[in-house]
């Protein structure tokens, strides 16, 4: 149990354009799910909390409008990134909070691979 | 300081060997901790999950949180090759849904 699918695993794209990614809880439900941004060799950075029918939260010094996202039911979170530059290039991964499960545990989705050309 | 530290290695040991990861973390309120395994290019995995002090055992892996030291340990017995990875503290920060990761400590298991 306690799946979270992410797609696309790996996306190409030119610089200006917008590139979404989908965070999807198979068999479980999800108030709350998370973002996260990897470089290499570090740890986790979160860049936002996402919740169901709200607006998401955002952390210092992440961009609102360049990174955005949408939490419309409790088994999708989607982040789009807009009009994205080779400096956007990273890996970003998604979380979910299982509404059932024990207190606190984020299950992750298997990232993907953003490289802008 | 960093609310949870972690050696960020690299960790290099032999295959069979008995593996000790740890972490320190700053703020005695922290009552959960987990510990999640990340292979390259790939999310993170939930490993194992405590929540008062003492020892926790699943297979070959046992977690083990001492809060009077603000301690916690992760010990992998007969390792593995396919245990070589990347292996991430964590803690839920008080009053807020967001986790709070340690640096992460990249483990190889020699054949």
């Known amino acids: 149990g306690a799946v979270v699918s992410q797609h696309p695993s790996w996306v190409i794209c030119k610089s200006g354009t917008s590139v979404k990614i989908e965070c999807r809880s198979l068999d479980f439900q999800a108030t709350t799910m998370f973002w996260y941004r990897q470089f290499p060799k570090q740890s986790l950075m979160l860049m936002a909390t996402?919740?169901?029918?709200?607006?998401?939260?955002?952390e210092q010094g992440v961009e609102k409008d360049k990174f955005l996202i949408n939490h419309a039911s409790l088994t999708l979170s989607t982040l789009t990134v807009t009009s994205a530059h080779p400096e956007d290039s990273s890996f970003y991964i998604c979380s979910a909070k299982d509404l059932a499960g024990a207190k606190n545990i984020q299950y992750f989705g298997a990232g993907t691979r953003l490289s802008v050309l | 300081q960093k609310e949870v530290e972690q050696d960020p290695g690299p960790l290099s040991v032999p295959e069979g060997a008995i593996v000790s990861l740890n972490c320190t973390y700053s703020n005695s309120a922290f009552q959960y901790f987990m510990w999640y395994r990340q292979y390259s290019r790939k999310g993170p995995e939930l490993l194992m999950y405590t929540y008062s002090s003492g020892n926790k055992e699943d297979g070959r892996f046992t977690a083990q949180v001492d809060k009077s030291s603000k301690y916690i340990s992760l010990f992998i017995r007969d390792s593995q090759p396919s245990d070589s990875a990347t292996y991430l503290c964590?803690?839920?920060?008080?009053?807020?849904?967001?986790?709070?990761f340690g640096q992460g400590t990249r483990l190889t298991i020699n054949p």
């Open positions: 996402s919740n169901e029918g709200s607006k998401a939260t955002y």
């Open positions: 964590a803690t839920p920060l008080q009053g807020a849904q967001k986790l709070v």
